[in-house]
């Protein structure tokens, strides 16, 4: 009887999971600082902090003309409270001008609240 001295090759390859996972990296890396929602807004400084946006928070911006903008889009209150209704379980962050009327940015965070959502936030950037 013969023997087969061939042996079989049971390794696996990591060279091509590699190149895949630095492509992953790569475009991750150059995608992520798009994610940052809303419209671009001179916003007030403190000496708190900057506000962290989290990706499942509602962005809702108020330029300094006091209109309002739910991501980068234009709209109403009217559509805006009807947008918010259905999205209770999320947070709300409020990007507005420092040049925004105290009054406007207040009545934004009571329609806020009264749809039933309770995390707001507003947004700033700190003082230098």
Do not use: C, W
């Not at 023997?3 to 995608?31: A, E, G, H, Q, Y």
């Not at 709300?92 to 959502?117: E, F, H, Q, R």
Request: proline share 4%; aromatic share 6%; hydrophobic share 45%.
């Amino acid at each position: 009887m013969r023997r087969n001295n061939k042996k079989s090759f049971s390794d696996i390859n990591i060279t091509p999971l590699v190149d895949v996972m630095l492509v992953l990296l790569v475009i991750f890396m150059v995608t992520t600082p798009m994610l940052v929602k809303g419209i671009r807004v001179n916003l007030p400084k403190t000496k708190s902090g900057v506000t962290k946006i989290k990706s499942k928070n509602i962005i809702i911006s108020i330029d300094k003309n006091g209109k309002y903008y739910l991501d980068k889009v234009p709209i109403e209150l009217y559509a805006l409270k009807d947008f918010l209704k259905s999205h209770k379980g999320r947070g709300v962050i409020i990007k507005a001008d420092s040049m925004v009327d105290y009054g406007a940015v207040i009545n934004l965070i009571d329609m806020v609240k009264s749809v039933g959502i309770s995390k707001v936030g507003l947004a700033t950037q700190p003082k230098r």
